[in-house]
T-cell receptor, first 114, second 113 residues
Framework: GQQLNQSPQSMFIQEGEDVSMNCTSS?????WLWYKQDPGEGPVLLIA?????ELTSNGRLTAQFGITRKDSFLNISASIPSDVGIYFC??????????????FGKGTHLIIQP | ETGVTQTPRHLVMGMTNKKSLKCEQH?????MYWYKQSAKKPLELMFV???????ENNSVPSRFSPECPNSSHLFLHLHTLQPEDSALYLC????????????FGPGTRLTVT
């Protein structure tokens, strides 16, 4: 089935550094979303993007909906320990029809080194 | 209770058992979803319900049987599962199936022995 290519798979960073991750697809989506999942919990919605080229911020998080509608990126500025977790991109409303559910990437595991 | 709740949080069952997972959303949403999250794999959509009607079955084996009695509650009935069905089962809801913003519950960690 359709999958999103999310990279990097994992990131080892120092506290205070900026983080960037991205997601690409072979299909066009109408909505791109970014989630964060902590161990033992469900994914939590961080940002939703609805228009090609849209740039949206949520605190230290910034995400963009690619112009081609086939990609998105997420930036985290000045990382802090509580940013540790797995970040997932997801697409919704695939062009040409398809699932009502979300199509997910495999996740980016963010690890902050002391 | 707020958001999306799931019970039980953990479940261990044998291959011949029958059990059910429960999900309840307190957000006034009209669409509900079941996802499966296995190690090393992306979250996989299983079922979609919109206004209590099933709108999608993503080729899920019949040993998984969903039920949606109203827009706030969703069940997943399990019977004769296999060890490879062990995973985190996540429930989500959205305003309706056209909206991409889905809100997830904490999941049920299922182990099939």
């Amino acid at each position: 089935g359709q999958q999103l290519n999310q990279s990097p798979q994992s990131m080892f960073i120092q506290e205070g550094e900026d983080v960037s991750m991205n997601c690409t697809s072979s299909s066009i989506f109408n909505t791109w979303l970014w989630y964060k999942q902590d161990p033992g919990e469900g994914p939590v919605l961080l940002i939703a993007l609805y228009k090609a080229g849209e740039l949206t911020s949520n605190g230290r998080l910034t995400a963009q909906f690619g112009i081609t509608r086939k990609d998105s990126f997420l930036n985290i500025s000045a990382s802090i320990p509580s940013d540790v977790g797995i970040y997932f991109c997801a697409g919704h409303g695939r062009s040409g029809g398809g699932a009502d559910g979300l199509t997910f990437g495999k996740g980016t595991h963010l690890i902050i080194q002391p | 209770e707020t958001g999306v709740t799931q019970t039980p949080r953990h479940l261990v069952m044998g291959m011949t058992n029958k059990k059910s997972l429960k999900c309840e959303q307190h957000l006034g949403h009209n669409a509900m979803y079941w996802y499966k999250q296995s190690a090393k794999k992306p979250l996989e959509l299983m079922f979609v319900y919109n206004f209590k009607e099933q709108t999608e079955n993503n080729s899920v084996p019949s040993r998984f049987s969903p039920e949606c009695p109203n827009s706030s509650h969703l069940f997943l009935h399990l019977h004769t599962l296999q060890p490879e069905d062990s995973a985190l089962y996540l429930c989500a809801s959205s305003q309706d199936r056209r909206r991409g913003e889905q809100y997830f519950g904490p999941g049920t960690r299922l182990t099939v022995t």
